[in-house]
């Protein structure tokens, strides 16, 4: 699919403010199924740009205000082109124990709450027993949305798998937490994925305001070398040509859109997001090639 993708941030500030200091993951990656063929960021006040590239492989954009502004906007555009990823390997639960698959499943196998114990997470361990680790993937990502309530102000973006569990009730963010402790527990490399997924309206629309959205990568074994393969638990799916991803890291705290720092009063923020689907016609060279 071919998407244009605007991302468009502003704060305001009670008074003006100083030392201004951001990172930014907003620009789409490029992967074996996805492409960035643009990527333009507008800052305002205008300012410097600094790139790198961070551990885990995302883009990040850094900036710093210095002068008093009372306001700060950050827009971001992008053209992105995805393709339907090809189906998990099935190979079985012996092959998470091979040499090969642990140096590449490297930190995302290290457990994530390693001292904490929940009658809840027991329960839920059992139900995701399959008979290969793709197979328990797939359940564990259709179990988290049946047994939790999708509502949006029960957590924050602090809270914990704990707040999860109490509530019954989370965000995406909360379902991947939860799916990440579970996958690691079991021997599934599995990270944290930030991106944006296009859900078309019931009119047909072809642009829709949407929010970032969060989903998971596991490394499944192969009989070559083990492979990432993306799954949405909000959605009880696999990840697909409507998720745009931006970057993955161990969990959230790897890969926020926006963070920064400034010298000054409170701010008051606005973010939106428009995802708009593209005629493949228009855009050029629409074919994905992988590396």
């Known amino acids: 699919m071919n998407f244009a993708i605007r991302y468009l941030t502003e704060y305001r500030y009670a008074a003006p403010v100083t030392d201004n200091l951001n990172a930014l993951r907003v620009q789409p990656a490029t992967t074996p199924n996805q492409r960035c063929d643009d990527f333009n960021l507008l800052i305002d006040p205008e300012t410097r740009l600094g790139r790198h590239v961070?551990?885990?492989?995302?883009?990040?954009?850094?900036f710093?205000?210095?002068?008093?502004?009372?306001?700060?906007?950050?827009?971001?555009?992008?053209?992105?082109?995805?393709?339907?990823?090809?189906?998990?390997?099935?190979?079985?639960?012996?092959?998470l124990e091979t040499t090969a698959y642990r140096d590449v499943g490297g930190e995302f196998l290290l457990g994530i709450g390693a001292k904490f114990t929940d009658q809840r997470l027991?329960?839920?361990?059992?139900?995701?027993?399959?008979?290969?680790?793709?197979?328990?993937v797939a359940r564990l990502a259709g179990l988290i949305p049946t047994e939790f309530e999708y509502r949006a102000g029960v957590t924050y973006v602090g809270s914990s798998v704990q707040d999860l569990l109490a509530a019954g009730a989370g965000v995406c963010q909360d379902f991947v937490h939860l799916?990440?402790?579970?996958?690691?527990?079991?021997?599934?490399?599995?990270?944290?994925?930030?991106?944006?997924?296009?859900?078309?309206?019931?009119?047909?629309?072809?642009?829709?305001?949407?929010?970032?959205?969060?989903?998971?990568?596991?490394?499944l074994p192969s009989e070559g070398a083990p492979v990432w393969v993306g799954f949405d638990p909000t959605n009880s799916s696999?990840?697909?040509?409507?998720?745009?991803?931006?970057?993955?890291?161990?969990?959230?705290?790897?890969?926020?859109?926006?963070k920064g720092v400034f010298r000054g009063g409170t701010a008051e923020l606005e973010t939106s997001v428009v995802m708009t689907r593209l005629d493949p016609a228009t855009t050029a060279s629409a074919a994905i090639v992988a590396p």
Not at 130 to 136: F, R
Not at 239 to 246: D, F, L, S, T, Y
């Open 238 to 258: 696999r990840a697909g040509v409507e998720h745009v991803k931006i970057g993955h890291g161990r969990h959230y705290p790897d890969v926020p859109p926006i």
């Open 179 to 219: 799916a990440l402790i579970l996958l690691r527990r079991h021997g599934i490399a599995a990270r944290y994925v930030s991106g944006y997924l296009f859900v078309a309206p019931a009119e047909g629309s072809d642009s829709v305001e949407v929010d970032t959205h969060a989903w998971l990568e596991a490394l």
């Open 54 to 62: 961070d551990y885990f492989g995302t883009e990040v954009i850094e």
């Open 122 to 136: 027991v329960e839920l361990g059992e139900q995701m027993r399959a008979d290969t680790p793709a197979d328990a």
């Open 64 to 95: 710093g205000v210095s002068r008093p502004h009372s306001k700060l906007t950050i827009d971001a555009r992008a053209r992105v082109v995805t393709s339907t990823p090809p189906d998990p390997p099935t190979a079985p639960w012996s092959a």
